[in-house]
């Protein structure tokens, strides 16, 4: 008789998944040490010289099929791949431990490998951690073609039904862009990984994929037989194998629940996000790539609050120049048709360079040079991307956002800069929106406190929720063992963005919330009670924050939030909001 048992890790997709694993192959666990006679060595460098050439192909291949639907992270992470692949610490030293050692191929590389992550280890920063996921996937690729296995799934299962496909779940150590591509052709009904995090690739990929994802369950591969049926939660964050009759009679209506729910929602996406008592509140929905805006237009959004342009800049060996960037913007503008569109410039810094070659370590990433702070040091970054945005906004109603705001003197030199852009425009004829609108992100505690300041020189106010959290509590909220910590109710938290809330309303200045906390349901009426009337949030959650509108009084709302910023206590906090949402 076999035994049920429950794995817990990080739920990157939500949704209730019930079928049968799919174990994909690690080859990095089959590679076995030998040694070969002298007269075979060189036999064995051109047969990983070979197999480098194989993967290469393939990743190319992948890459050139690649539809214009698909995410453009997609593409970005196979061109890193590629990069990896090309550099001489992984296509000419293991020839040479080859010769010196007269070991076999897998062996070699494996050996190198085992040194490049060990470098990356040493890194303090957890993001550029994460990147030795991409050194593994790229070796075992490589590992695969030199054992023999398939790099593409086999005829016999791209012909699979695709009924049966929707109850085959994936279980793998990790999945690279390039295996989650391949994957994206078919209908698997979830994957699971032992490794990744909330900043990882295999996270990214699992939103792109729409379908119930966990990462970090550290052994699920191990422990989990090909064939064994498997219940995924993608909301908890929980693995159920071999589930007993009654735990899947459960599932099974939690699931036909859920995806009841899903339809019923369908129903109001045209409705207005207005409480019963006659309040507007607008909901705005938070993209990363073009591609994006499909999902948006199905949410039945008011408009884009928050485009991270990042993901134009991640993992590229040089910047993207002025016309890839505004043929980017002005797509979203266009696709929007006249709808508010909210882009904010790059973000990035020193956890995240956009040429892996330059990185820059530093102790405190999330307090160092990045976001606005990288920005203005170094102004032609700033330059090229206004004049982006600006002839962008000959196109649509696009609205620019300020990441990281900490002094009004960063605002008045970000004010300056982008001026400047305007005045170059000009003199060349060409087109934009002279008064297109400048807005600032509260995201550090010393903004929110100084808000009424900013939004004195600022035309809107977005309230980053995520950073500002971690700032005003200490908290690295990628770091487990602090995470539990990790609190959007905390008393100090609350009172931030109240003041933020209160600055915008003082001055007639719009303000909205555009962190996790937006799209979280158990803090909609609590946020709307406080005096927000702009939400923007991932396009999922529209419709389940809309029905918490629809459903509410905003004059109870109110009253609500009050007794709730009376408190002083966390763990009342917590009560009382579970209270107020049974209402």
């Known amino acids: 008789m076999t035994t049920s048992f429950s794995i817990h890790g990080v739920g990157v997709s939500s949704g209730i998944a019930i079928g049968h694993a799919h174990l994909v192959s690690n080859a990095l666990l089959e590679v076995v040490h030998y040694q070969l006679p002298a007269h075979l060595i060189e036999d064995e460098v051109e047969r990983f010289t070979n197999a480098v050439e194989s993967v290469k192909t393939d990743l190319e291949q992948i890459r050139n099929s690649l539809r214009n639907s698909a995410p453009a992270e997609l593409g970005s992470l196979i061109g890193t791949h590629l990069m990896m692949l090309a550099d001489k610490s992984l296509s000419e030293i293991p020839k040479d431990i080859i010769r010196k050692e007269q070991c076999n191929a897998e062996w070699a590389i494996k050996l190198q490998m085992d040194d490049i992550v060990d470098q990356f280890e040493q890194i303090e920063d957890e993001y550029l951690r994460e990147r030795k996921q991409d050194v593994i996937q790229v070796v075992e690729r490589v590992i695969k073609v030199l054992l023999g296995h398939p790099s593409q799934l086999t005829s016999e299962q791209q012909a699979s039904a695709i009924n049966k ?22 209908q698997f009904g979830a994957f699971i990984t032992d490794v990744g995090g909330v900043t990882s690739h295999t996270a990214i990929l699992a939103r792109s994929l729409n379908i119930p994802s966990i990462v970090a369950l550290q052994r699920a591969r191990d422990l989990i037989n090909d064939g064994e049926l498997i219940i995924v939660d993608g909301t908890q964050g929980v693995v159920i194998v071999n589930p007993d009759k009654s735990i899947l009679t459960e599932y099974k209506l939690k699931q036909d629940q859920w995806e009841i729910e899903q339809l019923k929602l369908q129903r109001i996406k045209t409705t207005k996000a207005m409480t019963m008592d006659g309040a507007n509140i607008e909901l705005f929905a938070n993209i990363e790539v073009p591609e994006d805006i499909a999902a948006v237009k199905a949410s039945g959004a008011t408009g884009i609050g928050l485009y991270r342009t990042e993901f134009l800049f991640m993992n590229k060996r040089e910047m993207p120049d002025e016309e890839e960037q505004f043929t980017a913007y002005r797509a979203v503008a266009e696709a929007m048709k006249g709808a508010e569109v909210i882009i904010r410039t790059l973000d990035l810094g020193a956890d995240k360079q956009m040429n892996p070659d330059t990185v820059v370590t530093c102790a405190n990433p999330a307090l160092g040079l990045r976001a606005v702070r990288l920005c203005l040091s170094e102004p032609q970054i700033f330059h090229t991307q206004f004049r982006a945005l ?22 008045r030199q970000t004010k300056l800069l982008l001026e400047r852009a ?33 939004a004195k020189e600022l035309d809107f106010l977005s309230i980053g929720t995520n950073d500002l959290i971690q700032y005003t509590l ?47 349901t158990k803090l909609t009426k609590l946020l709307v009670g406080m005096g927000l009337k702009r939400l923007s949030m991932h396009p999922s959650h529209i419709l389940s924050v809309k029905q918490q509108i629809l459903h509410s009084h905003l004059s109870q709302l109110n009253l609500n939030a009050r007794k709730v910023l009376d408190l002083t206590d966390l763990e009342k906090i917590e009560l009382l909001v579970s209270k107020l949402n049974l209402r």
């Open 474 to 520: 200490a908290i690295d909220r990628t770091d487990d063992a602090v995470a539990h910590l990790y609190n959007p109710l905390h008393p100090s938290v609350l009172k931030l963005i109240l003041m933020t809330i209160k600055a915008g309303a003082k001055l007639g200045k719009p303000v909205s919330v555009c962190g996790e906390m937006a799209g979280d």
């Open 165 to 186: 496909e929707r109850k085959r779940i994936l279980v793998a150590h990790d999945i690279s862009p390039a295996d989650a591509i391949q994957f994206k052709q078919h």
């Open 390 to 411: 600006l002839r962008a906004s000959h196109y649509g109603n696009i609205k620019i956002l300020i990441p990281m705001l900490c002094t009004l003197a960063e605002l």
């Open 422 to 454: 305007k005045v170059s425009l000009r003199k060349e004829d060409i087109p934009f929106n002279e008064n297109i609108a400048l807005g600032g992100m509260i995201e550090i505690p010393a903004a929110a406190i100084n808000a009424e300041a900013f």
